[in-house]
């Protein structure tokens, strides 16, 4: 989206509670399904929504779109919350989520492009999603330059990615390819939430300096509390304003975000809740964690 | 006798043959491709001449990506292209594309369903000197075993354009596979190039058995055919550009007619067009066959021509192997 708004106060209330609505149907799908990742989607619900309801250029109800901003969700098992943020969006219906995982669903345990609209990438295979992210990026240039059709290449392109697929050399292959060539209608998030499926990045393969190496290849490197919907589309605003380099936004986020026994607990990565966990987890995002009472109190 | 109807090269049995590396036929198709439409591009990994991607980076500068040595990237830069409207074209050794990037092929390109076009080059073991690290022996099979990917293998470097220009044409994945050593010039410009379809290139007047083969190997083939019939043996020699879709429907009518066959390629002989036909036999008609191919085994550094007789995919092992399913079929 081009000369982004910040967010105004109310909006700002409404997305918040959004996110944690977000984050009470993550936990609901993943109970259902019984199979799947909690902390990875409950750490990024924030950020999933700032995109889709503040930053992307997009209309769920023209899903291809040519000129709609493109979002590749490069990890593609924190699905769960694409799936619902979509939902929410309005690419279909709620009641959809429970399907997520089942035969016959079009939720595929990581998601897939052909299975359902607003998915722009089949991915799970980490660190291929930022390459396929300049694929798209480079379409849009040439189409920007050579095309006469109107409406072709006006998009941009964001990227997420998880900190753990920094390990695959694909993601690396992208990096050095973006830097080199400024891909400025680019940009990668990060979400730098420190664990992994065997533990602590910096124990499993350690990642820092995760800027120094970024700024090695030639971007241009923000770093965000991954909570705070306005750093990031301040940091969104400041990418689309610099021409030189692809931009990549490192956002801090605490994995399992919102539930207690998740958070920053790295056991949480590829599992989900049995029963009585998810009803704990959904009593304290109802409560706000135990600082509002509500009717479930 | 060639078949008169599909205008193959008049001098094909001369020793001056015209001699061209297949690949160049791929060179001049992606050319080609991008003069009919604006949205061919061309990435390569570092081999720009050798892939012959050299003539389309000069006239189409913008649309040609150098991605350097990185064929994980190269694919998936692909496939995002792919699903943004443009006709991606990636090319590098067959044993790095897509040997290396197997994995990105799979999820990214054919399940993803990205159009995006892979040209495996240097294939097959008349790669030569460099040796096995360099000679591709197992990529039609890991390509062909694939949902949703189309597997060309061209028999000369005419045919490889047509295969090329057709790849830009289909929706869809779509694996090319170059030789790269001179070889014959076994079509012409006249000779029909269809997708899916086999064409028979030799006919004896009383055929017994059935040669197909697909790629520098059709070449081998038809001096094999030509011999037999010298030594009152009876030969229809397939090619079979195109291991998938495979033309079961021209396989199937053949072989109902002479139930012996030989299946010629320069890969592995599991998995490629012996194995495709093999499971078509299985499943409609059983013949007696025969596979010449490399027996489970990596090359070695030599010369092309070592080494295609060493690994016994030479004339003499073809005419060898006609001889014993023949023998197989009057035993049956």
Not at chain 1, 70 to 78: A, K, Y
Not at chain 2, 66 to 78: F, K, S, Y
Not at chain 2, 138 to 150: G, L, S, T, W
Not at chain 2, 233 to 262: C, R
Request: proline residues 5%; glycine residues 8%; aromatic residues 8%.
């Amino acid at each position: 989206m081009w000369g982004m708004k910040p967010i105004h106060d109310g909006r700002l209330e409404y997305l918040e509670e959004l996110a944690n609505k977000i984050r009470e149907k993550v936990v609901e799908m993943l109970l259902e399904a019984g199979s799947g990742h909690s902390a990875g989607p409950l750490g990024m619900a924030d950020i999933f929504t700032a995109f889709y309801f503040h930053i992307l250029s997009h209309d769920p109800k023209k899903p291809m779109w040519a000129e709609r901003d493109r979002l590749v969700l490069s990890n593609g098992h924190i699905c769960p919350v694409l799936y619902v943020t979509l939902a929410y969006a309005g690419y279909f219906h709620l009641e959809e989520l429970k399907t997520l995982r089942k035969l016959n669903t079009r939720l595929q345990g990581h998601p897939h492009r052909l299975a359902l609209p607003g998915i722009e990438t089949t991915s799970g295979p980490l660190g291929s999603g930022l390459s396929q992210a300049i694929g798209m990026a480079l379409a849009a240039r040439l189409d920007s330059t050579h095309s006469t059709s109107s409406g072709q290449g006006k998009y941009r392109v964001y990227c997420l990615t998880s900190d753990g697929e920094h390990q695959e050399g694909n993601h690396w292959e992208a990096v050095m390819f973006a830097g080199k060539n400024k891909m400025n209608n680019l940009t990668a998030v990060v979400d730098r939430n420190n664990i992994q499926i065997d533990g602590f990045t910096e124990n499993v393969m350690p990642l820092e300096s995760l800027k120094a190496k970024y700024e090695a290849f030639n971007w241009n490197v923000l770093e965000i509390d991954g909570h705070n919907m306005r750093d990031l589309v301040d940091a969104i605003s400041e990418a689309e304003a610099i021409y030189e380099k692809p931009t990549v936004i490192i956002a801090h986020t605490i994995p399992g975000k919102g539930v207690s026994f998740m958070e920053r607990d790295y056991k949480w990565h590829g599992k989900p809740p049995n029963k009585e966990e998810a009803k704990k987890a959904l009593h304290e995002l109802r409560t706000l964690g135990r600082r509002i009472k509500s009717e479930h109190e | 006798m060639l078949n008169p109807q599909l205008h193959l090269n008049p001098k094909l049995f001369d020793a001056d043959v015209e001699q061209k590396p297949i690949r160049d036929g791929y060179g001049d198709g992606i050319v080609l491709a991008g003069d009919s439409d604006k949205n061919v591009v061309a990435l390569c990994a570092d081999l720009m001449e050798s892939t012959r991607s050299e003539a389309f980076a000069k006239k189409f500068p913008e649309r040609f990506f150098e991605i350097g040595v990185a064929e994980q990237n190269m694919a998936t830069i692909a496939a995002g292209l792919g699903v943004s409207g443009k006709i991606p074209f990636i090319a590098s050794y067959a044993t790095f594309s897509p040997g290396r990037n197997y994995e990105q092929i799979r999820t990214t390109i054919a399940y993803n369903d990205s159009n995006v076009k892979i040209a495996g080059h240097h294939a097959g073991i008349s790669v030569g000197p460099d040796g096995a690290t360099h000679q591709a022996t197992e990529d039609i099979a890991i390509m062909r075993v694939m949902p949703n990917m189309k597997v060309f293998v061209p028999c000369d470097s005419i045919e490889a354009k047509k295969a090329t220009l057709a790849a830009a044409k289909i929706w869809g994945p779509v694996y090319l596979r170059f030789a790269r050593e001179k070889s014959p010039v076994i079509t012409t410009e006249a000779t029909p190039f269809m997708p899916g379809k086999a064409q028979i290139f030799w006919q004896s007047k009383k055929p017994q058995v059935v040669i197909i083969a697909c790629g520098v190997l059709v070449y081998n083939a038809l001096l094999a055919a030509r011999e037999l019939e010298k030594e009152k043996i009876g030969t229809v020699v397939l090619n079979s550009p195109s291991i998938k879709p495979l033309d079961e429907k021209t396989i199937l009518g053949l072989v109902s007619k002479y139930p012996a066959v030989v299946t010629v390629e320069e890969h592995q002989i599991h998995g490629g067009l012996g194995g495709a036909v093999a499971e078509l036999f299985a499943k409609r008609h059983p013949v007696p066959m025969e596979f010449v191919g490399l027996k489970d085994t990596f090359g070695e550094s030599g010369s092309p021509k070592e080494l295609i007789e060493k690994y016994g995919m030479g004339v003499k092992d073809i005419k060898n192997a006609v001889i014993r399913t023949l023998k197989r079929t009057y035993e049956v």
